[in-house]
């Protein structure tokens, strides 16, 4: 992720992103959080792994997020999703039979 990292993480007026199916492989940047105005962000079908970066609760503008078909394990919390109210679309599978979603929250998800 190093590379998406060094190209997209300066382009602050960035909208839409989809690198789907690019087999990009460890955790997500914590660079990504900064780009305030996307509305879509597609990073399925990769090798990505770790948990949710704190900087994505900044995507306020975020309307799709799909990590579906990444290798994401252990207690995955969706927590950070909480205040982006205009997330409508939240995918998220793992190719690892160890992904746990965190539950125990009071938060409703305003997302389907």
């Known amino acids: 992720m190093n590379y998406v990292s060094a190209v997209f993480c300066g382009m602050k007026n960035l909208q839409e ?6 087999y ?4 997500l ?3 990504l959080g900064g780009l305030n105005n996307l509305s879509v962000l597609d990073l399925s079908l990769n090798q990505l792994s770790g948990n949710l970066p704190s900087s994505f609760s900044r995507l306020e503008s975020l309307g799709y997020l799909s990590l579906s078909d990444n290798n994401f394990t252990g207690l ?6 909480a205040n982006l109210t205009r997330l409508k679309v939240f995918k998220l599978s793992s190719t690892s039979d160890m992904l746990q979603v965190d539950t125990e929250t009071t938060w409703l998800p305003k997302f389907q």
Not at 17 to 22: A, D, K, P, R, T
Not at 76 to 81: A, K, R, T
């Open 17 to 22: 992103l989809y690198l789907s199916g690019n």
């Open 24 to 27: 990009f492989s460890g955790r």
């Open 29 to 31: 940047p914590l660079c």
């Open 76 to 81: 995955f919390s969706l927590n950070l999703l």
